[in-house]
């Protein structure tokens, strides 16, 4: 990617479909290792006993997992903060909303084994995170391997991150399950794009932008490596009332609590 921040018209979608594509945001020769690190977390279950580790579709009570989920996979491979990915979106959240403060970084990797890898059904992120924020934020989902609607590419509303966080349910109405559904999926069904990306490009999005990915049934794997960056951020007036992560009761939380005491 020559420029390291969006054109004009990459930034003029963004804001008004809430998503945009771009080309080769891992520089050449950073794809291998992505996908070495990203095959030894999961191999070596990194992050498992400190619920950072799990199955984002599943119960984590010793079925097969069906969505692997690392979080903060640079806890335990801290050479991914050194990579092109990392320095990109951040560059572009800084130009994105024309800010010099530093944006807070998150980051998670995503499994689909073949033939395995379950449907990430169609939510907001910003539904996961603090109630109480406006999030000024964006978050680079990058696939290590080619995708398309048959592995589980990204697929979009246009125009959903001008909706405010909608309300959302456990997968499976099983508070036991992390991973999160919109109320009322079906009503989106005609309006969606797909986004078939070659490995080493990202799509990008606002918190608010409705996503889904659907599952692997092909004998490929489907990898991804999703930055996010979150600039300064303005209070809401009214906080969001996000009931559906107050009833959570995950195997990953309490194997979270249990590392912090």
Request: charge should be negative; glycine fraction near 6%; charged fraction near 25%.
């Amino acid at each position: 990617m020559p420029n390291p921040v969006l054109s004009a018209d990459q930034k003029a979608q963004l804001s008004r479909d809430g998503f945009v594509t771009i080309a080769n945001i891992v520089e050449a020769g950073e794809l291998e290792t992505l996908r070495s690190i990203f095959d030894r977390l999961f191999a070596t279950k990194a992050g498992w006993s400190e619920g950072n580790q799990f199955d984002l579709a599943g119960t984590d009570q010793g079925d097969a997992p069906k969505l692997p989920q690392i979080l903060k996979p640079s806890r335990y491979a801290p050479e991914l903060l050194e990579l092109s990915p990392v320095r990109r979106a951040r560059a572009i959240t800084r130009d994105y909303f024309e800010t010099d403060a530093d944006p807070i970084m998150g980051e998670h990797m995503i499994f689909k084994p073949p033939r395995v890898g379950s449907t990430t059904p169609w939510h907001q992120d910003q539904a996961y995170h603090d109630p109480t924020l406006d999030e000024r934020g964006l978050n680079f989902w990058i696939p290590l391997d080619d995708t398309d609607e048959a592995n589980g590419c990204m697929q979009y509303v246009p125009g959903s991150h001008r909706m405010d966080v909608l309300p959302h349910h456990s997968i499976g109405n099983d508070p036991r399950v992390h991973g999160l559904e919109v109320d009322g999926p079906e009503r989106f069904a005609d309006q969606v794009v797909a986004c078939p990306l070659s490995a080493g490009d990202a799509v990008l999005h606002l918190p608010t932008t409705l996503h889904y990915a659907g599952p692997n049934r092909t004998d490929r794997q489907r990898r991804a490596y999703i930055v996010s960056m979150v600039a300064p951020s303005a209070q809401r007036a009214v906080p969001v009332d996000n009931y559906w992560m107050r009833e959570k009761r995950t195997a990953r939380l309490e194997r979270a609590q249990a590392a912090e005491n």
